[in-house]
Nanobody
């Protein structure tokens, strides 16, 4: 069982930055064969992929990111990060950490396991 805990959410003005962290603990935690991802969710909407990362620095991002966010992972610390710059009010929502795997061989595709953090809220004001 893997336990995921997000941190780093908060309130910022449009154009500002935040850095989210997700720490994994539990049996096995995160191996180099695993990938991790950030999802976000708006009220009455399904979660959508923000960014995912796997070993070797393979990443994939949601189309709306457009170069504003950078995802990274430190397997030695079982921790994933999301650096978010140029935040917009439409980025407001709850951001969740997830454990999964990355399909490679072309455009990377992230497949999530059913391991989720409790979420961290981001509020971007105009």
């Amino acid at each position: 069982q893997v336990h995921l805990v997000e941190s780093g959410g908060g309130a910022v003005r449009a154009g500002g930055s935040l850095r989210l962290s997700c720490s994994a603990s539990g049996s096995g935690s995160v191996s180099s064969s695993d990938a991790m991802a950030w999802y976000r969710q708006f009220p009455e909407k399904q979660k959508e992929l923000v960014a995912a990362v796997s070993s070797g620095g393979v990443t994939t991002y949601g189309d709306f990111v457009k170069g504003r966010f950078t995802v990274s992972i430190d397997y030695t610390k079982n921790t994933m990060y999301l650096q978010m710059n140029s935040l917009k009010p439409e980025d407001t929502g709850v951001y969740y950490c997830n454990l999964g795997r990355m399909l490679r061989g072309g455009t990377p595709i992230y497949l999530h396991y059913d391991y989720w953090g409790q979420g961290t809220r981001i509020t971007v004001s105009s």
